[in-house]
């Protein structure tokens, strides 16, 4: 009987050394969350060169980077006449992206789509336009993080829509989750 019990201990210190190690090699999920700013020029059809600024949440999991993101483009913009004054024009984005990212040590490089509404807006001496159209989202983004929580990124972005497509870069900040777990 003793030695029954000697193996049966024997066999549960095994299992619970064999079950630690087991959960040691098991990958950690890799999941990240970050906030990005990002201020820059965009270039809209019909309009010209516009100030353009966003910002947009990201959430990177083993299945790809899921983002919202609200950008903004806009400019006061002298009329050719100066008895008729100034007018305004810009674009309000607000759009749910999926897309995928390949990294290698602290460079990251991901691509995006999804789609999105764009309000656009013109006033000036001649009245006020407003125009609301959905548009397909893209951005492509080459970010530098750290083991931190703030990273830069360069961000290439457009938005193709029946009303005024339009692209541009810009200098992005990120805060948040940033290091890989």
Same mark, same amino acid.
């Given at each position: 009987? &003793?030695?029954l019990r000697f193996c049966f201990v024997v066999v549960l210190l095994l299992l619970s050394h064999i079950s630690s190690l087991a959960q040691e090699t098991? /990958?950690? /999920? !890799?999941? !990240?969350l970050w906030a990005t700013l990002g $201020?820059?020029?965009?270039?809209?059809h019909g309009w010209g060169r516009n100030l353009a600024g966003m910002l947009s949440g990201t959430f990177d999991s083993r299945h790809g980077l899921f983002a919202m993101r609200w950008l903004g483009t806009g400019k006061f913009a002298a009329e050719n006449y100066p008895f008729i004054g100034t007018g305004t024009m810009g674009a309000t984005e607000i759009s749910g992206l999926y897309g995928i990212r390949a990294r290698h040590k602290a =460079?990251? =490089?991901? *691509? =995006? *789509?999804?789609?999105?509404? $764009?309000?656009?807006?013109? &006033?000036?001496?001649?009245?006020?336009? *407003?125009t609301t159209v959905l548009g397909l989202p893209l951005e492509v983004q080459l970010s530098v993080t750290s083991e931190g929580p703030v990273g830069v990124a360069v961000s290439l972005f457009g938005n193709v829509n029946s009303r005024a497509p339009y692209a541009g870069f810009m200098f992005c900040i990120l805060i948040g989750s940033l290091k890989w777990s």
């Open positions: 009987m &003793s030695h098991l /990958p950690k /999920p !890799r999941q !990240r $201020v820059g020029t965009t270039t809209t =460079l990251t =490089l991901s *691509a =995006l *789509a999804g789609l999105g509404v $764009v309000w656009f807006q013109r &006033s000036g001496s001649y009245g006020e336009e *407003a």
